[in-house]
Structure formats: C-alpha cells, structure tokens
C-alpha cells in the first residue's frame, strides 16, 4: 500500500475538493427555490451553452466509457473502435430531434421522456413503459459508474474482497448521494467543469508521453497487430474482418440512435436554456469524441506496454498503465479524473431515474396532484434508493452482471424510440401499435442477447451484443448487433398493429400536443399548471 | 413533417453527409496509407469528427438566422 501512497494522497485531495464543490452548488446561480423539479431536477431550465457543453459531456462520456473501451481495444481490436463513429453520427442524428423534444417540453413543462409520450399518444401504459424501460436501463449504468472507480480503486492496492475493503467505495457513493439530495443538477453541472478539465489533462499527457516512452506510434500499432496475430481468437485484430463489418456498423448507428434516448442525456438536454444552446453543442460536443478516441488508443499502449490486468478484470488495464507509466504524483491526478468523472453521470443518472420514478410513476398512480414541493422531495429521496441499489449490486453481485445488464440496457432503450424519436415528427402510430412493437421488439432483443455466448468469458448466455446470423438460418459467419434487430422488430409489428387497430376502429388517445410547440423557444409563452391527465 | 415549417431548411440535408460516411467501412478499413504511425482506419474515423464538426456547425450557422422572429 505504500508505494501507492502518494496516488491515494492526490486521489483523496482532489475527491474531497470536488465533493466540497458539490455542497456549495446548491448556492451556485441562486435558485429562489430548490423544492421543485423544474429546479432541482433541471437546475431551472438555465444553462447556457459552456454549462451544457460540460454537463452533456461529462453525462455520456463516463468514467466507465474511460476505461472498458479502452479494455475492448486491448482485448478485441478495431471492433472496439466502433466507439468513435458512434459519437460522431449521433450528434447529426439528434441535431434535428432534440430541440423539437427541447420545445415540447418548455411549452408542457415536461420533465422526462415519458411525460412526453403520456402528452402526446394520451396513454399512461405507454407512458409506464418507457418510464420503466429508462429506469431499467439506467440502473445498471449507474452500477458500471462503480465499476469504474473500483478499477482505480484496485490498482491504487485499496480495494480487494470481503465487506471492509469496499469501505472505499462506500464512501464515496455516500458523498456523492448527500450532495445530490441537496443541490440536485446544479452540483454535477459545477463538478462537470473539475472533471472534464482534469480528463483533458490527463489524456494530453498521455498521447504525447506514452507512446515517447514507448517508441512512437508505428511501435504501438505493431505490437497490437503482432499481439492479435498470435491469438487464437478468430475476431481480433487491429482491422476489421468481413465478418464483424455488419457488427461494427449497426452497433455505431444502434448506440448513437440509443444515446439521446436515455434518460439522463434527455435531463442533460432539457437543462439548457434554448434551442440555440443545443444546436451550438451538437456541433461542439464532439470534441468530447477526439478525446474518446485518444483514450481508445490507451488500450493499445498498454498492449504495447505489456500491461497485465489484475486478475481477469480487464477494466483495470488502463489505471494499470498509468500506474507503470506517469510519476505517482501524475497517476493520482489520473485516477481522481477517473474517479471524479464516475460521479457526473452518476449524478445526473440517479437523478434522471428519479424524475421518472416521480413523474410517470409517483405521480400517475399515488399522488394525482402533487405539490412542486413533494415532487421535489419525492425525486431527492429516490435519487437517494437508486444509488444505494447501485451500491448493492456492487456489493453483492458479482460485476459482470451490471455490465450484461448494461448491455441489455442499450438494447432495451432502443425500443422507445418509436414512441419518443418517431413520435416527436409524427402522431400516425396508433398508441396500441406502438405497445405492442414495444414488448415485441424487447422480447426479440432479449431473446437474442440470451443466445450470445462469450467463449473468453465462459458465458453461456448474455456474453456480448454481436448476434450470429447463423441463428437465424443464414447461411454465414456475419453478426449483427441485437438492438438493431430488435428496433426493426419493433418497428414492423407497431407498424402493423397501427393498421390493425385503425381497422378495427379502437380508440386511440388524445394527442395534447400542437405542430407550433415543436419550434417553440425561450420567452414563447408556456402552458402553466399543466394538467397531464386531461391536456386540454 | 407536415406540422412544422420553421425547423425546415435545405441546408439539414448536409446532415446526412457526418450519418452515412463513418458508416461505410470500405472507406478505411484499410492500413495503408499511414499518417504520423497511424494506419487508415484509425486517423480517417478521428478525421470524420471534423467533418461531423464542420457540417453540424455549416448547417447550425445557416439555419440560425431564419429562426428568429
């Protein structure tokens, strides 16, 4: 422990700082008051384009995405890559939809994406459904945040087994849940600027540092395609192979169509003060994805380092290379920016769960009429039960379960994409049409996922996202990424239960929405006190 | 889209450009030519962020001035 003891020094300096910035947040901008979710969930619907910038970055570029996609590369390849141009083609993709969800939901006061289905197909049991899809998806992410600290954890020798040893953890999630109770959104926007600034550093440093150290980059990318070469491993390599293209695509193009239908990307969205504020960070937000790309390539220098994971967590291959490679002083500073940007999204997950739990739960089915200060204190309390199940699954379930479950989570978000990305251009589904491609599109995903094996880690099930096509009696070595699958699934039977229902003459909902509060900005004028069960 | 025309413009097509390029693996998938060490497939999906960059900030600017009212 000793020889870490300068990183833990470092490490715990700057996770205190950082945890003092999330107390005073809550001053930060100066609400009048905090007890509403508008405020406290949204942090007034205010921020301007740099706070956006931070907040949105900080939200989907995590501590997790830091260090497994790296550990792809390290272990598979091109094929982890896909990160990069899955965060570019999201952006364009969004550009156009989220300002319309931007203005629907100013107009409404809407809080989550399933406020907005119940407004507009006028169904609470469609409403239900994407509330619990999102708060299913969002859990396990939560869960992976831990993962990510726990890697840093580990290398800096102070977290091992049994109960005692996770203390570490411990702490820091309880730290992270009281501010959050208290300061709500504003206290990962501020932490958003600490942690960012950090990563920043910290990567800079290493892309000219490292491969310094190691013999450049033509020495890296050579040692990685010599390490592939070696395995056994059919998939690998440094290059795609004609079999895992199809994966490779439909992965980018599921996950970039994914991102911005998770709950806590959608919380990030609707803080921001105007459209103008989203446009200007669909086009600066992919700064965020050079440095993804940069930190993509760590894996491959600890390839070329020849770095050992610690036991069979791959996770720990990054932490592991600064360790070797930085002076202590700089590997503390290197974990803090890992453990720091754990808690942003965590943050701002928690928070996002708890909105829905509020919303589309709490209040359609127990309080019918709440307060804006219970709904407030309704989310805070379940922020608090989120992040204590995420600690829990840490805790007592073995780890690889969360990251299963978050793969199964971007496979489910997709499935709201009819009723929340469709819906946002077009009323013409039929309510009934969209439940049912909803439970037809998550039963096909699931039922796809369960039937990928992962040799390398001795899964029988739930082993990866890449589904063979072979299982569907396709006479090839092709995989494609479930989700995809799953969404085309989905689109099919809405598509066709939409005609059906039309034909039989069942009544769909009322649509609470009109054409002008898609394009509606900041200053138009708002529906106040609005009635989510009428809407008229 | 029949219920919006103010969102509207020529100018979002250029989207489609950052959407379909990075999908086209046949683009570089390749590890020839090299730049600065780095094979194709790496530095040409990096530079697809400039151009994703390029054309979300082009159609932001040029749609920006028939937004106000």
Same mark, same amino acid.
């Given at each position: ?181 208290? #300061?709500? $959104?504003? !206290?990962?926007? +501020? ?6 600034? %950090?990563? =920043?550093?910290? *990567? ?78 669909? #086009?600066? $937000?992919? !700064?965020?994805? +050079? ?6 390539? %760590?894996? =491959?220098?600890? *390839? ?78 379940? #922020? ?18 969360? *990251? ?133 | ?69």
């Amino acid at each position: 422990m000793s020889e870490h003891l300068t990183e833990i020094i470092v490490f715990t300096v700057l996770f205190l700082v950082v945890s003092g910035m999330g107390f005073f947040a809550a001053r930060w901008r100066r609400p009048t008051d905090l007890a509403s979710l508008n405020e406290w969930g949204l942090g007034g619907r205010s921020f301007g384009a740099w706070i956006t910038w931070f907040l949105i970055g900080g939200d989907l570029y995590t501590a997790y995405t830091f260090v497994a996609v790296p550990a792809l590369l390290f272990g598979a390849g091109a094929a982890g890559f896909f990160a990069v141009p899955y965060t570019v083609i999201t952006y364009p993709i969004v550009f156009l939809i989220m300002i319309r969800l931007w203005s629907v939901s100013h107009v409404h006061s809407l809080v989550t994406p399933a406020d907005f289905v119940r407004v507009r197909f006028g169904s609470p049991t469609l409403a239900l459904l994407v509330a619990i899809t999102g708060i299913v998806a969002t859990m396990p992410y939560i869960a992976l945040q831990l993962v990510g600290i726990e890697a840093v954890l580990k290398t800096m020798g102070v977290s091992g087994s049994g109960l005692l040893t996770d203390l570490p953890l411990i702490i820091a999630f309880v730290i992270l849940a009281a501010y959050t109770y208290q #300061s709500g $959104l504003r !206290a990962p926007a +501020l932490i958003a600027f600490v942690k960012d600034i %950090l990563i =920043y550093l910290v *990567i800079l440093v290493a892309i000219i540092y490292i491969p310094a150290r190691l013999g450049g980059w033509s020495q890296i990318f050579g040692d990685a395609t010599a390490k592939f070469a070696a395995t056994p491993a059919p998939g690998d390599g440094t290059l795609l192979n004609a079999n895992n293209q199809l994966q490779y695509v439909t992965l980018a193009l599921g996950s970039a169509l994914a991102l911005f239908l998770y709950p806590h990307s959608v919380t990030g969205v609707l803080a921001s003060r105007n459209r103008d504020v989203i446009k200007r960070n669909m #086009s600066a $937000l992919p !700064a965020y994805s +050079l440095l993804l790309a940069l930190i993509a390539l %760590l894996g =491959y220098m600890a *390839i070329s380092a020849k770095i050992k994971p610690i036991g069979t967590d791959v996770n720990t291959v990054v932490p592991q290379l600064f360790d070797q490679m930085f002076p202590d002083w700089f590997a503390g500073v290197a974990f803090a920016a890992v453990g720091i940007g754990a808690l942003v999204p965590a943050a701002i997950m928690s928070i996002a769960a708890a909105n829905l739990f509020t919303r589309n739960i709490y209040r359609e089915y127990i309080n019918r009429d709440p307060t804006d200060a219970q709904e407030a204190g309704v989310s805070k309390v379940t #922020s608090l039960v989120v992040k204590i199940g995420a600690v829990l699954f840490i805790l007592f379930i073995d780890p690889q379960f969360s *990251i299963d479950l978050q793969l199964i989570g971007g496979v489910i978000i997709l499935q709201t994409l009819p009723s929340v990305a469709i819906g946002l251009f077009t009323r013409w589904f039929h309510k009934g049409g969209l439940i049912a491609g909803w439970v037809a599109g998550m039963g096909a995903g699931i039922l796809m996922l369960y039937n990928v094996a992962n040799p390398a880690t001795k899964h029988e099930h739930f082993g990866g996202s890449a589904f063979a096509l072979a299982k569907l009696g396709l006479d090839t070595k092709m995989t494609i990424y479930a989700g995809f699958l799953a969404l085309a699934v989905n689109l099919i039977v809405a598509l066709l239960g939409t005609l059906l229902f039309r034909a039989l003459k069942v009544a769909d909902g009322p649509d609470g929405t009109a054409p002008e509060h898609y394009t509606a900005d900041e200053g138009d004028p708002r529906i106040k006190d609005l009635n989510l069960s009428g809407s008229t | 889209m029949p219920d919006d025309k103010s969102d509207r413009s020529p100018w979002n097509w250029l989207l489609l450009l950052p959407i379909a390029i990075p999908l086209m693996t046949f683009l570089y998938n390749f590890d020839e030519p090299r730049l600065l060490g780095f094979p194709l497939f790496y530095w040409l999906q990096i530079a697809f962020i400039v151009l994703g960059v390029v054309t979300t900030t082009l159609v932001y600017q040029m749609t920006k001035r028939r937004r106000q009212r």
